[in-house]
């Protein structure tokens, strides 16, 4: 799976958009961009995931360049409830061929949005 | 909305002793994994299985670990004798079957493991 490159910490204040980039210049054909986040020790959650479109649901947008070497993981309105570490994986995606195709996690980025 | 279940929410023990972490994964799920988090560190793969059998595992996952689904329901990681290097927080994790566009991973709350 392709590595990823994130900065380890960013503020944002709340009510603002907070816009996580990533770098995956290695990225290949195949693969998918996922984000997930922790709050604190909890389990990572899963957030939103794409191969070459840019992609929305109801927790973040997901920008994704043309030549897919990097992504931008936008959350709309920051609310301290979204203050986590948030993690860009690179990986091709899971398939019901069996393969059980596991997630690696690096360190992250530390957002911590600011009243 | 399904969630992947864990339990005991925090245990403490001796080293050298044997350790059961549970974890109930989302019903219709066919994937399961073990992650684990010390403390201030990354999460870490240990162990994914698949089909009644292990499907990977890492340089972690040695012969003092073990996993089983042992009723169609639970899938239970065990330490056979636990160091104090094993003082984590233990993530289980499972997903459904799908198409190449899925592989969300849904997590447990985590399971604190504290090694005296």
């Not at chain 1, 389990?43 to 992504?71: F, V």
């Not at chain 2, 299985?49 to 899938?75: A, L």
């Amino acid at each position: 799976d392709a590595k990823t490159t994130q900065p380890p910490s960013m503020d944002c204040a709340e009510g603002r958009a907070a816009n996580l980039p990533c770098n995956h210049s290695t990225i290949s054909g195949n693969e998918y961009v996922y984000w997930y986040r922790q709050i604190h020790s909890q389990g990572p959650q899963y957030i939103i995931h794409g191969l070459k479109n840019n992609e929305t649901n109801e927790m973040a947008s997901l920008i994704i360049t043309e030549d897919r070497k990097s992504s931008t993981l936008i959350l709309p309105h920051a609310t301290l409830r979204d203050t986590a570490v948030y993690y860009c994986i690179v990986r091709v995606a899971g398939s019901s061929s069996g393969s059980a195709r596991q997630l690696t996690f690096g360190s992250g980025t530390q957002l911590t949005v600011l009243p | 909305e399904p969630e992947v279940t864990q339990t005991p929410s925090h245990q403490v023990t001796q080293m050298g002793q044997e350790v059961i972490l549970r974890c109930v994964p989302i019903s219709n799920h066919l994937y399961f994994y073990w992650y684990r988090q010390i403390l201030g560190q990354k999460v870490e793969f240990l162990v994914s299985f698949y089909n009644n059998e292990i499907s990977e595992k890492s340089e972690i996952f040695d012969d003092q670990f073990s996993v089983e689904r042992p009723d169609g329901s639970n899938f239970t990681l065990k330490i056979r004798s636990t160091k104090l290097e094993d003082s984590a927080m233990y993530f289980c994790a499972s997903r459904g079957a799908g198409g190449p566009n899925t592989g969300e991973l849904f997590f447990g709350e985590g399971s604190r493991l504290t090694v005296l």
